[in-house]
C-alpha cells in the first residue's frame, strides 16, 4: 500500500477483472484468480469470464500468465451498461480492417515496402508529424490508377473480427458510431455504408484524368482532427469521458484514446499499449462488449 500521509494509506477498491481467450486456459484463471485475490469466477459464455472482487493492484503479476495463455484481461469497476454508452469512436486502417489502405495502393505501382516503411515508423510514433507523413506517401502514389482502389476494396480489404457484430451490438443500444482515419474517404465511405456507421471522416485522394496525383485535397485528417471529432460528438450529445469507447492502433490514435475511459488498443504498437486503459491482442473486436455485460 502507499501511504497517503501519516496513518492513512491509499486502498485500491475491488474490480472485476474479464478474462477472454479464444480459448479459455482454466488452469490459467485459476492462477490468476488466486494472485488477484478473487471472491469468485463468473462464467459469462465459451470464452469469457469475470472474477469477482480482484485486486487491480496486481495487474503487473498477472500480465506475464495472461500473455503466456493469450488471455486479454481488463479490470472494470463500476460496471457500465452499454445502454449508458454514447460513443464508439473507431481507427480504420488494422483496426476496424485488416490492412493499410495506402500500403495496398502503393503495391500497384510497387512502392508498398517504401510506403510501408513510412507508415509503420508514423504508427510506432517515430514520426511525430503524421500531416508529414501522409504527404510522404501520397506523393508516392502519384499516377496509380483510380481503379487501383477498387480492386484493394474488393480484394484486400476485410474487416477484422467482431467488427459487424461490436458496430450492430453499439448501434442496437443508441451508441453513436463514428469512424474516424487518417486514410482516405473512398474506403471510410463504404465501410460506412456497409455496417450502417453513424458518421465517418478521413482524406480525400485528388485523382485527374482517372489516376492519383499524389496530392490530398482539402485538410489533413490526422491524430487532433481525429480527437476534435470524438470532443465535437461529446459536446453534441453531452456524452462524459465514462461514456466514450476509443479503438485504435497506432500513435495518431493516442489522442483520440485519450478522451475515452474506454480507450482501447487493438492489436497496437508498444506506445499504444502503454497508455491506453485496455488492449485487445488475442481476442475479437466484440470482446469489447463483455465487459459491459450484468
Same mark, same amino acid.
Given at each position: 500500500?502507499?501511504?497517503?500521509?501519516?496513518?492513512?494509506?491509499?486502498?485500491?477498491?475491488?474490480?472485476?477483472? @474479464?478474462?477472454?481467450?479464444?480459448?479459455?486456459?482454466?488452469?490459467?484463471?485459476?492462477?490468476?484468480?488466486?494472485?488477484?485475490?478473487?471472491?469468485?469466477?463468473?462464467?459469462?459464455?465459451? +470464452?469469457?469470464?469475470?472474477?469477482?472482487?480482484?485486486?487491480?493492484?496486481?495487474?503487473?503479476?498477472?500480465?506475464?500468465?495472461? $500473455?503466456?495463455?493469450?488471455?486479454?484481461?481488463?479490470? !472494470?469497476?463500476?460496471?457500465?451498461?452499454?445502454?449508458?454508452?454514447?460513443?464508439?469512436?473507431?481507427?480504420?486502417?488494422?483496426?476496424? @480492417?485488416? !490492412?493499410?489502405?495506402?500500403?495496398?495502393? $502503393?503495391?500497384?505501382?510497387?512502392?508498398?515496402?517504401?510506403?510501408?516503411?513510412?507508415?509503420?515508423?508514423?504508427?510506432?510514433?517515430?514520426?511525430?508529424?503524421?500531416? =508529414?507523413?501522409? +504527404?510522404?506517401?501520397?506523393?508516392?502514389?502519384?499516377?496509380?490508377?483510380?481503379?487501383?482502389?477498387?480492386?484493394? %476494396?474488393?480484394?484486400?480489404?476485410?474487416?477484422?473480427?467482431? $467488427?459487424?457484430?461490436?458496430?450492430?451490438?453499439?448501434?442496437? %443500444?443508441?451508441? /453513436?458510431?463514428?469512424?474516424?482515419?487518417?486514410?482516405? +474517404?473512398?474506403?471510410?465511405? /463504404?465501410?460506412?455504408? /456497409?455496417?450502417?456507421?453513424?458518421?465517418? %471522416?478521413?482524406?480525400?485522394?485528388? !485523382?485527374?484524368?482517372?489516376?492519383?496525383?499524389?496530392?490530398?485535397?482539402?485538410?489533413?485528417?490526422?491524430?487532433?482532427?481525429?480527437?476534435?471529432?470524438?470532443?465535437?460528438?461529446? +459536446?453534441?450529445?453531452?456524452?462524459?469521458? =465514462?461514456? !466514450?469507447?476509443?479503438?485504435?492502433?497506432? $500513435?495518431?490514435?493516442?489522442?483520440?484514446?485519450?478522451?475515452?475511459?474506454?480507450?482501447?488498443?487493438?492489436?497496437?504498437?508498444?506506445?499504444?499499449?502503454?497508455?491506453?486503459?485496455?488492449?485487445?491482442? %488475442?481476442?475479437?473486436?466484440?470482446? @469489447?462488449?463483455?465487459?459491459?455485460?450484468?
Amino acid at each position: 500500500m502507499t501511504p497517503l500521509f501519516r496513518g492513512v494509506f491509499l486502498l485500491l477498491p475491488m474490480s472485476n477483472l @474479464i478474462l477472454q481467450a479464444l480459448q479459455l486456459d482454466q488452469s490459467a484463471i485459476e492462477k490468476i484468480a488466486a494472485i488477484t485475490g478473487a471472491d469468485g469466477v463468473q462464467e459469462l459464455g465459451p +470464452t469469457v469470464v469475470r472474477l469477482l472482487g480482484a485486486d487491480p493492484s496486481t495487474v503487473a503479476d498477472i500480465q506475464p500468465l495472461c $500473455a503466456q495463455a493469450k488471455l486479454d484481461f481488463a479490470f !472494470i469497476e463500476p460496471i457500465h451498461l452499454l445502454r449508458e454508452v454514447k460513443i464508439l469512436a473507431m481507427d480504420m486502417d488494422s483496426t476496424l @480492417i485488416n !490492412i493499410e489502405c495506402i500500403d495496398e495502393i $502503393a503495391a500497384a505501382v510497387g512502392r508498398k515496402a517504401e510506403v510501408s516503411a513510412i507508415t509503420e515508423a508514423a504508427m510506432r510514433g517515430e514520426i511525430k508529424d503524421f500531416a =508529414e507523413s501522409l +504527404t510522404r506517401r501520397v506523393a508516392l502514389l502519384e499516377g496509380v490508377p483510380e481503379t487501383a482502389l477498387q480492386q484493394v %476494396y474488393e480484394e484486400r480489404l476485410q474487416l477484422n473480427a467482431g $467488427a459487424q457484430q461490436l458496430v450492430n451490438t453499439a448501434t442496437e %443500444y443508441g451508441v /453513436r458510431t463514428l469512424l474516424v482515419s487518417g486514410g482516405f +474517404t473512398f474506403f471510410t465511405e /463504404r465501410l460506412k455504408e /456497409r455496417l450502417g456507421i453513424d458518421e465517418a %471522416y478521413s482524406n480525400t485522394l485528388e !485523382i485527374k484524368e482517372g489516376k492519383l496525383t499524389g496530392r490530398v485535397v482539402g485538410d489533413i485528417v490526422g491524430a487532433q482532427t481525429k480527437a476534435d471529432h470524438v470532443l465535437r460528438l461529446a +459536446t453534441e450529445l453531452g456524452a462524459t469521458k =465514462e461514456q !466514450i469507447i476509443a479503438v485504435g492502433d497506432g $500513435a495518431n490514435d493516442l489522442p483520440m484514446l485519450s478522451h475515452a475511459q474506454y480507450s482501447v488498443a487493438y492489436r497496437a504498437k508498444p506506445v499504444v499499449q502503454q497508455q491506453a486503459n485496455y488492449a485487445l491482442n %488475442y481476442t475479437p473486436l466484440d470482446s @469489447i462488449l463483455n465487459w459491459f455485460r450484468t
